[in-house]
């Protein structure tokens, strides 16, 4: 959860807002509580969608259906306002990961048992979400929730209404939606849903689950390339354990109505032990507990001078106390529990990537970003240290949450973009990066906003960086007007050998790249190129020279130093190619001479070489 911003509102119909949980393609949606006590998610609609007479209709037909679903293993709707000025929805919270995150972050694949009692569990959801006349649409690990007594299926119904009023909407002809590696080949296809849709991309989740992968490969292996796999190809079932082989091929079949139903899948036999391994309920239990330690009393408000310091804390913690022990022993961990923890209450202590602060430094219980998290950090999105395709960076200035304290680069190999990043929260472990603005895009305006980011301890030397679907090791970084590692700084040349040429024959091309000293994010690497023009007619040199100047922004300096396509400068020929690609430079000696090697990021191929000048 992250802290409300200026912008937001403090209360939403009956309900007291207490943070923020996302931003989505509906709107905003917040963590709140009832006067009760009841804990909810409300997502608030956005105004330009609020707007549009369309989208009301179709949002309050959705939200009703949404009502009609019941049964377990979905969010049910608490209460709605369709008709307000900004429309909004509260839904049931659920306090437990995602399972993206479970698989990424916490735990890796599930066992086979756990595996088939989230197929039970989602086959359930999904039998009472077609009864009411839906169908989910985009089935995938980061909208299935984990909880103690089973997964719960959010995010579906109300997408459809945001998709029919917005670009590639549902109800487009040929439009696909859905998340590339968890869609059906119906989806893929443009043709007409029906639950066995659903089904397939369970199937694509399950194996998921027990693997780590999704069947189809991921976007990062090219979305095409995804969506051709999952029409037409098998899937990658490799290390799959044998014993789910049966359950997941047969709802991955290609073939509708060879796949089994959801009922046919609910009614499996499960083994009568915790469905979760017992380590991941426990996680699930301190989850809670951190859940009621937010400020929701659920009595009326008194005045915080009214009650003092040490009763608040006390009854907190009984709160939490009692919320823990009651999941702790539902899954038959309390006793390994308390020993692994030394029955203290430093939720720190053996806990992957904490660290500790000297005295003096920031831990970011002021608020403020913690001193480990300060600095530059890099690395490699798609491809590979030695052969990157894509690459991020981050540097965190000192700042507190609603501060613009993170700038990013992340460079592709067709576009550099940077931008400033807003501090949501951060602590000893983790910090949060939410809204961002674009401050320099190459080629222009070719850049959008980089979404939210989370970046989470891993060593003094590590972080665990995530965005969306996507997550990478970054290491520490250089930072600062030296960034640039001396020995790529320089004047370089390409040399060109000519065979059979006379002993007086001047080569009249030249390829020359110049690197200045700098800091990430400033053009500081200038390529000149002269080569003879040609008659387009006759294919003959002309005698006179094409003249073609470029610069390129620093996009890193991680283990290799990264620069973002070339831009033509004032001045260049007509004839000079406006395109270009990122590149990767790394220098090593050849022949007893300092060599720079140029490779580009768009595709593999043989590196340019140029020697020093």
Not at 19 to 44: C, D, N, P, Q
Not at 272 to 286: H, K, Q, S, T, V
Request: charged content about 20%.
């Amino acid at each position: 959860m992250d802290a409300l911003m200026p912008e937001d509102p403090q209360q939403i119909g009956p309900f007291r807002l207490l943070g923020r949980l996302g931003v989505g393609g509906m709107g905003r949606v917040y963590l709140a509580r009832s006067a009760g006590g009841r804990t909810v998610a409300v997502k608030l609609v956005r105004p330009e969608l609020a707007a549009q007479d369309e989208f009301r209709r179709r949002f309050t037909r959705e939200v009703e259906a949404l009502e009609r679903v019941g049964g377990s293993g979905t969010t049910p709707v608490i209460a709605s306002d369709t008709a307000a000025e900004s429309p909004w929805v509260a839904i049931g919270y659920v306090p437990g990961p995602s399972l993206r995150s479970v698989v990424v972050d916490q735990y890796g694949p599930l066992p086979a048992h756990s595996v088939r009692a989230l197929a039970a569990g989602l086959a359930d959801a999904l039998g009472h979400v077609h009864a009411a006349g839906l169908l989910h649409r985009d089935l995938k690990p980061s909208n299935i929730l984990l909880t103690v007594d089973g997964p719960r299926i959010i995010d579906f119904g109300i997408a459809r209404a945001v998709d029919t009023v917005t670009d590639g909407g549902l109800t487009t002809t040929g439009a696909v939606v859905g998340s590339p590696g968890f869609m059906s080949p119906e989806q893929v296809r443009g043709e007409r849903l029906t639950p066995a849709s659903d089904i397939f991309c369970m199937g694509a989740v399950l194996a998921y689950a027990a693997t780590g992968r999704p069947p189809f490969g991921s976007a990062d292996s090219g979305v095409h390339a995804v969506l051709f796999r999952i029409a037409h190809e098998e899937p990658d079932l490799a290390g799959l354990p044998p014993e789910l082989e049966s359950l997941v091929r047969g709802c991955l079949e290609k073939d509708p109505a060879a796949r089994p139903t959801s009922a046919e899948l609910a009614n499996v036999t499960l083994p009568d032990e915790p469905w979760l391994p017992a380590g991941l309920l426990a996680g699930l239990g301190r989850h809670a507990a951190r859940l009621l330690d937010a400020d929701g009393d659920p009595t009326p408000p008194t005045p915080v001078a009214a009650v003092p310091a040490a009763p608040r804390r006390r009854r907190r913690t009984a709160l939490a106390a009692v919320c823990v022990a009651a999941v702790l022993i539902a899954a038959g961990t309390f006793a390994a529990l308390t020993v692994r923890d030394g029955g203290g209450t430093d939720n720190t202590k053996g806990t992957p990537g904490a660290t500790g602060s000297p005295a003096g430094a920031s831990d970011g219980s002021d608020g403020s970003v913690p001193d480990d998290f300060l600095g530059a950090w890099e690395g490699v999105l798609r491809g590979s240290a030695d052969a990157p395709y894509e690459t991020g960076r981050i540097e965190i200035t000192q700042g507190r949450a609603g501060e613009k304290t993170g700038v990013y680069v992340h460079v592709s190999g067709e576009r550099l973009c940077m931008g400033r990043s807003t501090l949501v929260s951060a602590d000893a472990d983790r910090i949060v990066f939410g809204e961002s603005d674009v401050t320099t895009s190459v080629p222009e305006k070719r850049c959008t906003p980089a979404a939210h980011q989370t970046l989470a301890v891993r060593s003094p030397d590590v972080l665990q960086w995530t965005s969306g679907e996507v997550s990478a090791t970054f290491h520490r970084s250089k930072s600062g007007p030296e960034a640039v590692p001396p020995a790529f700084v320089g004047h370089w040349q390409q040399r060109f050998d000519i065979v059979d040429a006379p002993p007086d024959y001047e080569d009249p091309r030249s390829f020359g790249m110049t690197v200045t000293q700098g800091p990430v994010g400033a053009p500081l690497v200038r390529f000149t190129e002269n080569y003879p023009r040609t008659d387009d007619e006759t294919g003959e040199e002309t005698g006179d020279l094409v003249h073609c100047e470029s610069t390129a922004v620093l996009g890193g300096v991680g283990d290799l130093v990264i620069l973002g396509p070339p831009v033509l400068e004032t001045g260049s020929d007509p004839e000079c190619s406006s395109s270009g690609s990122s590149q990767n430079l790394r220098v090593d000696r050849f022949e007893g001479k300092e060599r720079l090697l140029m490779y580009g990021m768009s595709t593999d191929g043989e590196p340019a070489e140029y020697f020093r000048r």
